[in-house]
């Protein structure tokens, strides 16, 4: 199949189960990539592009951005972790440019013949092969652990990308993912921050700015064990980020709230009212596969996520936790 080279904006098909079946390989992947099954119920559908994942940050290892091929994220299509345990990280999930067609601005709204009735044979295929993948063998305890895009990411985008590869901005403008001056702003964080980096090692502390903190400039806390707070939110109810003051105030000095991290990119929203989305209780390992489950729930909220501003533009767009004793309820609007 030829390379779409698609764009933020436009509009695209999923392919029939039958058709994606064909680019698997058998372990229900294409380039590395598996096809989830929480993706399935997508087929013959027409979404958005909302971002271009031609690079993500690594947070398996740590090893800073890679490149990913010929791969979007689609507008409303998150993992909703039905196969992976009831896994809440919400993932964007990535589709390979392979699972798509290209929708032709004036086409009909009734999808592409070979998209419109899939044979329940191929669809009985597609999802019996994307299911068993999704388990990996038991952990020596016998643990259950699973397999899903984000446990395999190191294997799908295996090539670094450094931060002075600067055709990576370019593809980010050029592609829709971020304007001219989102880009420059990543610029200057990152520049900033490596400059911060080396100044803690060679420079004097009397000569360091902010004490050496990166961009956004969130410090440790306080604590050593961390303070504690419930406010049994409940999807639905309206909260405001207290400020970074207030949250800083909560943390010990790795930046933790009982084993949670505050981070810059999360500071950005701090004094933003949000309406909670979930109450989240579960989330996979990345580096295990591991479903871990949360003594303390933390919540998710809506239009709340990391926007890649402290991360090279990345497009993954990952859904932030929050403590409850981060939050604080606001009364509905009259």
Not at 12 to 40: C, Q, Y
Request: glycine share 10%; charged share 30%; aromatic share 6%.
């Amino acid at each position: 199949m030829s390379q779409l080279d698609l764009r933020v904006g436009e509009v695209v098909e999923v392919r029939s189960e039958a058709e994606i079946l064909a680019t698997l390989d058998g372990k229900g992947e294409l380039e590395n990539l598996p096809f989830m099954p929480e993706m399935v119920r997508f087929c013959g559908q027409r979404l958005t592009v909302h971002k271009v994942a031609h690079k993500l940050c690594d947070t398996i290892s740590g090893t800073g951005m890679r490149r990913m091929d010929r791969a979007v994220h689609l507008t409303g299509a998150r993992c909703d972790g039905s196969a992976h345990g009831g896994c809440q990280t919400a993932c964007s999930m990535y589709w390979k440019e392979a699972w798509l067609r290209r929708v032709e601005p004036g086409a009909s709204d009734v999808p592409a013949p070979e998209a419109s009735v899939p044979g329940p044979v191929s669809e009985d295929r597609l999802l019996k092969l994307v299911e068993a993948a999704a388990r990996k063998e038991p952990g020596a305890d016998g643990e259950e652990l699973f397999s899903c895009q984000a446990t395999e990411l190191l294997r799908a985008a295996p090539v670094c990308l450094p931060f002075r590869s600067l055709g990576q901005y370019a593809v980010d403008v050029r592609s829709g993912n971020a304007g001219v001056l989102a880009t420059l702003s990543t610029l200057f964080v990152g520049l900033f921050n490596r400059y911060q980096k080396l100044s803690r090692r060679v420079l004097p502390r009397r000569l360091w700015i902010r004490r050496g903190m990166e961009w956004g400039f969130v410090p440790g806390g306080p604590h050593r064990k961390t303070p504690t707070g419930s406010l049994g939110l409940r999807p639905g109810e309206l909260v405001r980020i207290r400020s970074k003051e207030e949250i800083v105030a909560t943390l010990n000095a790795d930046r933790l709230n009982r084993g949670l991290g505050f981070e810059e990119e999360m500071a950005r929203h701090c004094g933003k009212v949000a309406r909670v989305q979930a109450r989240v209780e579960r989330a996979l390992d990345e580096k295990t596969g591991r479903l871990l489950t949360m003594k303390s729930p933390c919540i998710s909220l809506e239009g709340i996520f990391c926007d890649g501003g402290h991360k090279q533009n990345c497009p993954r767009e990952f859904v932030p936790f929050w403590r409850e004793i981060w939050l604080e309820r606001v009364e509905e609007p009259l």
